[in-house]
C-alpha cells in the first residue's frame, strides 16, 4: 500500500462543475502540499498546509489530522484547470508523493 | 524575482554514460531538493540540500550523488546511466526547507533520456 493515496486516478468535469480530489496517507508529517502540473512537466505549489484549511481564488484545501486525508475542491471549474494534481506530504526534508488525479474539464 | 531554472532542459544520453545537472534556486532560498519524474513510478524524492550538506536522501542507488555551492546552486550527477534512468528530474528551491510555512518553488525539469 503506497504512504499516498489520491482518488480517483482520472476525473472529467464539466465546465462550472465543483470538484474534489482526495488525499489519504499513512505516515506522519509536518506538512500536505497540494501541486498542479500541466503538460510539458511544470509543476507548481498550489497549498502547504498542516492544519485547517486554506483558500485561493476557486481552490479550497482542507485538512484532517486525526484522520490523516486531506481534500483538494476547485469550484466553478474552467478548462484550464485541467491538469495532473498530485497530493504530497513531507517530514524531515523528505517528500512523498501520491500518483495524482488528472482532472480534464470540458467546455 | 526569477524563478528557479534548470539547465539543460533537454538531454540525450547512451547507456554507461554519467550525466550532470543544474540548478539555481530562487535568490535567497538556501534549500535545494531533486526529484525524479517518471510514467511508472510517478514522483521521487532524490535528495535535499542545505548550506552545501546534504540533509536528507530518498531511496536511490549511490550512481546518483549531488552538491550544493556556496551561492546555493545545485548540481546532480548520475553516473553509469540506465535506460530505467529515463525520466524528468525536477529541483525545486525553498529558503530553509524544514517548515511548514515554507513553500517550494519547483523548476520547468530537465528531461533525461538514456538510449
Known amino acids: 500500500k503506497n504512504e499516498v493515496e489520491q482518488s480517483p486516478q482520472n476525473l472529467t468535469a464539466q465546465e462550472g462543475e465543483f470538484i474534489t480530489i482526495n488525499c489519504s496517507y499513512s505516515v506522519g508529517i509536518s506538512a500536505l502540499h497540494w501541486l498542479q502540473q500541466h503538460p510539458g512537466g511544470g509543476i507548481v505549489s498550489l497549498f502547504m498546509?498542516?492544519?485547517g484549511k486554506k483558500k485561493h481564488g476557486r481552490l479550497i484545501a482542507t485538512i484532517n489530522i486525526q484522520e490523516k486525508h486531506s481534500s483538494l475542491h476547485i469550484t466553478a471549474s474552467h478548462p484550464r484547470d485541467s491538469a495532473v494534481y498530485i497530493c504530497?506530504?513531507?517530514?524531515?526534508?523528505?517528500?512523498?508523493f501520491g500518483a495524482g488525479t488528472r482532472l480534464t474539464v470540458k467546455p | 524575482k526569477a524563478g528557479v531554472t534548470q539547465t539543460p532542459r533537454y538531454l540525450i544520453k547512451t547507456r554507461g554514460q554519467q550525466v550532470t545537472l543544474s540548478c539555481s534556486p530562487i535568490?535567497?532560498?538556501?534549500?535545494v531538493s531533486w526529484y525524479q519524474q517518471t510514467p511508472g513510478q510517478g514522483l521521487q524524492f532524490l535528495f535535499e540540500y542545505f548550506s552545501e550538506t546534504q540533509r536528507n536522501k530518498g531511496n536511490f542507488p549511490g550512481r546518483f550523488s549531488g552538491r550544493q555551492f556556496s551561492n546555493s546552486r545545485s548540481e546532480m550527477n548520475v553516473s553509469t546511466l540506465e535506460l530505467g534512468d529515463s525520466a524528468l528530474y525536477l529541483c525545486a528551491s525553498s529558503r530553509q526547507g524544514n517548515s511548514p510555512a515554507d513553500e517550494q518553488y519547483f523548476g520547468p525539469g530537465t528531461r533525461l533520456t538514456v538510449t
Open positions: 504530497a506530504v513531507s517530514n524531515n526534508n523528505d517528500m512523498r
Open positions: 498546509l498542516s492544519s
Open positions: 535568490s535567497g532560498h538556501r534549500s
